[in-house]
């Protein structure tokens, strides 16, 4: 559908679903992709997030909306129908079966028991701009935000994490994992991560991108080559 994937789940079939940015979604399945878009029913081509919840149904979220996969089609939630923003940028499951979205400037939402609530600033989330979703064995959902750091949302209470008590850099930490927690690099990469270069080296890395005598202007591979180089050498 598109070369720019932004977003990758496989299902228990073991399907391979790709969210691109313009080209819709892709499935993988027996070796031949499907590709899925504006032309056959999703509500948008930038697809930023894939879910499978634990009925086996596949959700997509666009840029126009939350899409839940159909024999026929796609069954699309709105605004109209309660969301608190139309693009999509995260989705997770919980242990108790409620799917939880990320918006941009819309908070978050969870959809259980075919209603949907919205949990804002006005509710005590640091940001509107949700990026990333990951529940913990005690039943705590973390959200990471655009610039308002980490949010740990327990029993209706939020508890911050920020630059200031703990955080490298709230932009750049998103969505990784150290143990229950987590930062910005991905769970796959900080996995290997830490197989590679030991359980701290997530950490190390997260350190240098956000030391203050980082070079000024670096960016793509370049930046990435001096923060490697610096968090392994230290």
């Given at each position: 559908a598109n070369?720019?994937?932004y977003s990758l789940h496989v299902t228990a079939q073991d399907e391979l679903w790709l969210g691109t940015l313009g080209g819709g979604a892709s499935r993988l399945r027996d070796g031949k992709f499907s590709n899925f878009s504006t032309s056959n029913?999703?509500?948008?081509?930038?697809?930023?997030?894939?879910?499978?919840?634990?009925?086996?149904?596949?959700?997509?979220?666009?840029e126009n909306g939350l899409n839940r996969m159909k024999e026929d089609g796609f069954l699309v939630y709105t605004t109209?129908?309660?969301?608190?923003?139309?693009?999509?940028n995260s989705l997770y499951e919980d242990q108790e079966g409620s799917l939880w979205v990320g918006t941009y400037d819309g908070g978050l939402n969870r959809i259980a028991g075919g209603?949907?609530?919205?949990?804002?600033?006005?509710e005590g989330l640091t940001n509107n701009d949700v990026y990333s979703i990951l529940e913990d064995r005690e039943g705590s959902l973390w959200i990471g935000t655009d610039a308002?750091?980490?949010?740990?949302?327990?029993?209706?209470?939020?508890n911050t994490i920020t630059s200031g008590n703990a955080l490298a850099d709230d932009k750049k930490l998103r969505e990784a994992r150290d143990g229950?927690?987590?930062?910005p690099l991905g769970e796959v990469f900080c996995g290997a991560?830490?197989?590679?270069?030991?359980?701290?080296?997530?950490?190390?890395?997260?350190?240098?991108?956000?030391?203050?005598?980082?070079?000024?202007?670096?960016?793509?591979?370049?930046l990435w080559?001096?923060?490697?180089?610096?968090a392994m050498s230290g």
């Open positions: 070369d720019s994937i029913g999703l509500a948008g081509n930038f697809v930023r997030a894939c879910l499978t919840d634990r009925q086996g149904r596949v959700w997509l979220g666009t109209l129908d309660g969301l608190s923003g139309n693009h999509i209603k949907i609530s919205s949990f804002t600033m006005k308002g750091g980490l949010n740990r949302f327990k029993d209706g209470t939020y229950n927690l987590a930062y991560l830490v197989r590679m270069h030991g359980e701290d080296a997530p950490g190390k890395l997260a350190r240098a991108f956000a030391r203050p005598e980082a070079p000024a202007g670096l960016g793509g591979v370049a080559r001096d923060a490697m180089l610096r």
